[in-house]
């Protein structure tokens, strides 16, 4: 059973487009979070929700939206998609917000055309 | 300035070699914590290994170790006679406590910029 798991693997759209990637985690974990990788393979935190709270928002244009429906689920809304938006989307999650290693999930790979 | 430096952007060696992925971090805390990740070429993100900043001890697992030196900052890693299945990008990542607005406690991730290791038959 796939402990993080993504949806889509691949999206590919057109710029303006709104898109959304689902994320969910079967580890009973508290905590759950979404990363940007970049195509120079950098990683940044974007969001972190732990029990349905966010407790992480870094400076990501308001276009992004993340939702937590319950500590099991973390999607991410993207509005009005730009060119600039094209990189690999991670989700991530971790027992508890402080510490704990986090388990990825295998990543949404968006193109904006 | 950099929180996690990984000076080696790509690294090349040829099976059975032994081989250091560097890790150096800068924080002003006395409590965090230290992790390596592997990114395989199918793209997933493999956690390797946790490592608070109390606990200097190296660490071995199978052909991987590890050795945190606190006097350096740095969190180095070795594997012993690589293979081809190594080949992937490492990073290394330095977790701190933060407190946001609210009153919950959290640590953040943050990582390197990655060393690709490429490893020949």
């Known amino acids: 059973d796939t402990a993080v798991s993504q949806t889509p693997k691949y999206l590919v759209t057109q710029m303006g487009n709104d898109k959304s990637i689902k994320c969910e985690q079967n580890?009973?974990?508290?905590?759950m979070y979404w990363y940007k990788q970049d195509s120079k393979k950098f990683l940044k935190i974007m969001f972190s929700?732990?029990?349905?709270?966010?407790?992480i928002n870094e400076t990501v244009p308001n276009r992004f939206s993340p939702k937590s429906p319950d500590k099991a689920h973390l999607n991410l809304h993207i509005n009005s998609l730009e060119l600039g938006d094209s990189a690999v989307y991670f989700c991530?999650?971790?027992?508890?917000?402080?510490?704990?290693?986090?388990?990825f999930g295998p990543g949404t790979r968006l193109t904006v055309t | 300035a950099q929180k996690v430096t990984q000076a080696q952007t790509e690294i090349s060696v040829v099976e059975k070699e032994d081989v250091t992925l560097d890790c150096v971090y800068e924080?002003?805390?006395?409590?965090?914590?230290l992790f390596w990740y592997k990114q395989p070429p199918s793209g997933e993100l493999v956690f390797l290994i946790r490592?608070?900043?109390?606990?200097?001890q190296n660490e071995i697992s199978g052909r991987y170790s590890w050795n945190f030196q606190k006097s350096t900052s740095s969190f180095n890693f070795t594997i012993t006679a690589s293979q081809v299945v190594d080949s992937a990008v490492y990073f290394c990542a330095l977790s701190e406590a933060y407190t946001n607005a609210g009153g919950t406690s959290y640590g953040k991730l943050t990582f390197g910029q990655g060393t690709i290791l490429t490893v020949h038959p």
């Open positions: 580890l009973g974990h508290d905590t």
């Open positions: 924080t002003r805390d006395t409590t965090y914590y």
């Open positions: 490592r608070n900043s109390f606990d200097e």
């Open positions: 991530a999650s971790s027992q508890s917000p402080t510490f704990r290693e986090q388990y």
């Open positions: 929700y732990n029990n349905k709270e966010l407790i």
